[in-house]
């Protein structure tokens, strides 16, 4: 599956109630670059309850120019959360299911875009 198609699709809890849709992806690099790049993994994805678009790379803290711009993401992705890896069930086509008792992390960065 190609992450783009990912993006957008329906979140449902393991009892199958709808949580959001998938906002975002969230990549770790581990250890030192390996010839030009150095190794990333899925983390795990961002999910959205209210809308399915980019945070623009609003979801770093203390970044809040140009004003009304990270005002609105910020209100916009209300609610997000990010849900590990682990925490994933299963991904389909059309819907991603997570597994019984989940973990809701916050989606949010540091400025140096670490958690």
């Known amino acids: 599956m190609i992450l783009g198609d990912l993006l957008g699709v329906g979140v449902y809890?393991?009892?199958g109630a709808r949580v959001g849709r998938v906002a975002d992806a969230r990549f770790v690099v581990d250890g030192a670059p390996q010839q030009l790049m150095a190794g990333a993994r899925l983390l795990g994805l961002v999910v959205s309850p209210h809308s399915a678009s980019s945070f623009l790379g609003y979801e770093r803290t203390g970044l809040s120019q140009p004003w009304p711009?990270?005002?609105?993401?910020?209100w916009r992705h209300r609610g997000s959360f990010l849900v590990l890896w682990e925490d994933i069930a299963m991904?389909?086509?059309?819907?991603v299911r997570l597994r019984a008792g989940f973990t809701a992390y916050s989606p949010e960065l540091d400025r140096s875009g670490q958690e």
């Open 13 to 15: 809890d393991d009892g």
């Open 91 to 95: 991904i389909g086509a059309e819907s």
């Open 69 to 74: 711009l990270p005002a609105m993401l910020r």
